[in-house]
């Protein structure tokens, strides 16, 4: 990526990953958080791609914590953080915090003992280029024959307010549908946690929110911390890959989400296939998709894309398929049934078309920010 000028991020990098937990404790609950913390530390020990922990407390305000974990890549710790295990391990923990932010950083240089700076050999080579925007989904599913009323209740809301403080705005929402699953896609400028805080405290999204809890199929109780918390964190699909080519937008660009649902266990690979493909089409300026954003957990991939033109018109780069050997790699690790495809997929145009046609999901809502 040294000579590109492409913005992307991508968790399939290969380096080694710092994930960062500022914590700020509840006041007398010190010797509670760190019962929590040594709970949580000998079960992630044994967790694949774990590599360490550090706990630290802060010099200046004893009730600040920071631990830091290091993770062999990326995959193993979002696989950990999208697993039930994950989600009982750290309740414990997250009942004595008054506020927690997670941070995570790709290791690219390291300094030694001897103060000289080396490059880390499972590292990319170069740092990659972004654009001041953290993309992030969430996705559930609601109760079989209330699509219509959810698509209705998710179109009829009025948008909160934009910008969230000085450093921090929300650019742009998009909700789709696919069946009963829904898929709410959020840009920020700023600080991600700080924008989604922000949204749930507007009256007009606690009333999309209460309005859509009789249809949802995973209960919730938005007004018990520890439900709402496990709910979202259910729902959560990171953004694993994003590219950009960097251009100005053209007058027919049309954004979609594209479902992508893998046979159980693949859905990482899925993920990681199709990131691929849009690394590589990138980098032909003629290429009809200018951006792409892959998202994953578990054995649901979806992939928003903005693109010039109609995607009929090329339906194989639109679905980053491009070429029979990349298309039945795809095929073994696609759930074709979940998609109601009838017949095997052997690649090619046709079976590209009839691909799009059921893996594009419905669009309710897209609603940007005023520029500034």
């Known amino acids: 990526m040294a000579t590109s000028t492409c913005i992307s991020q991508s968790a399939f990098d290969g380096s080694r990953l710092r994930v960062i ?12 958080f760190l019962d929590a913390y040594e709970h949580m530390r ?6 694949p791609g ?40 750290v309740k414990p923990m997250q009942r004595c915090v008054r506020d927690l932010r997670s941070m995570r950083y790709h290791i690219l240089r390291e300094t030694g003992g001897t103060g000289a700076v080396r490059a880390v050999p499972e590292a990319q080579p170069s740092p990659r280029t972004g654009d001041g925007v953290t993309r992030h989904a969430l996705t559930f599913t609601v109760r079989p024959g209330s699509e219509s009323k959810v698509a209705e209740i998710l179109a009829g809301y009025a948008p909160p307010e934009s910008r969230v403080d000085d450093t921090t705005r929300l650019r742009r929402t998009t909700l789709f549908m696919y069946g009963n699953r829904v898929v709410r896609t959020v840009e920020v400028e700023g600080d991600l946690m700080t924008a989604l805080r922000h949204v749930s ?53 049309r954004r979609h989400a594209l479902y992508y649902p893998a046979r159980e266990g693949c859905g990482m690979a899925l993920a990681r296939l199709l990131s691929r493909q849009d690394e590589a089409a990138a980098q032909d300026p003629a290429g009809p998709v200018l951006s ?53 997929l052997a690649g090619g145009a046709r079976d590209a078309t009839r691909l799009l046609a059921h893996a594009d999901m419905t669009p309710v809502t897209d609603r940007r920010a005023p520029r500034s």
């Not at 000998?42 to 967790?47: E, G, L, P, R």
């Not at 890549?73 to 039930?84: G, R, T, V």
């Not at 928003?304 to 398929?321: M, Y």
């Open 21 to 32: 937990l500022l914590v700020d404790l509840h006041e007398g609950a010190q010797e509670q």
């Open 42 to 47: 000998s079960h992630v020990a044994s967790v």
């Open 50 to 89: 774990h590599v360490s922990d550090q706990l630290c407390q802060s010099m200046e305000n004893p009730s600040q914590w920071l631990i830091a974990s290091e993770w062999e890549s990326a995959p193993p710790f979002l696989a950990w953080l999208s697993s039930e295990h994950h989600i009982e391990t």
């Open 201 to 253: 405290r507007q009256p007009e999204i606690r009333a999309v929110e209460a309005a859509l809890n009789p249809h949802l199929e995973q209960h919730r109780d938005l007004t018990d911390p520890e439900s709402a918390r496990a709910f979202f964190t259910r729902a959560a699909m990171p953004a694993v890959h994003h590219v950009a080519r960097g251009v100005p937008e053209p007058a027919d660009v």
């Open 292 to 344: 792409s954003t892959v998202f994953h957990r578990d054995d649901t991939v979806v992939r928003l894309i903005d693109v010039a033109g109609d995607p009929e018109a090329d339906p194989a780069a639109a679905l980053a398929v491009q070429g029979t050997r990349k298309a039945a790699v795809l095929a073994r690790l696609l759930d074709a049934d979940a998609l109601g495809l009838d017949g095997p």
